[in-house]
């Protein structure tokens, strides 16, 4: 992204290269992807689609450890319409025990 290593990010967070590995290459907590994107001074959205304009629209959605990024306002209404569905449907299913 910005030319450096992934050692030298690794520096910068003050963590191990392995373990940072582990973390990109797994699930990451949005919380490394918040440090991440600190260290490189970008904003958590370039992390994933470096094409996203600065000023548009960059929403990231992590619904029961599913992350969902986009740049499309339709993208994110329908996460946003299908997360409050799956809401719906679970408190009906309370309601019927």
């Known amino acids: 992204m910005q030319g450096i290593t992934m050692k030298e990010l690794a520096q910068r967070m003050e963590v191990?290269?392995?373990?940072?590995?582990?973390?990109?290459?797994?699930?990451?907590?949005?919380?490394?992807?918040?440090?991440?994107?600190?260290?490189?001074?970008?904003?958590?959205?370039?992390?994933?689609?470096?094409?996203?304009?600065?000023?548009?629209?960059?929403?990231i959605v992590v619904f029961r450890g599913k992350t969902i990024v986009t740049n499309m306002p339709d993208k994110l209404l329908s996460a946003a319409k299908a997360i409050c569905q799956i809401i719906e449907e679970e408190k009906m299913d309370a309601e019927d025990v």
């Open 16 to 59: 191990a290269p392995e373990s940072l590995s582990r973390a990109i290459n797994g699930n990451p907590q949005l919380s490394t992807l918040n440090n991440i994107a600190d260290k490189l001074n970008v904003n958590v959205a370039q992390l994933f689609d470096n094409t996203l304009p600065i000023h548009d629209l960059s929403a």
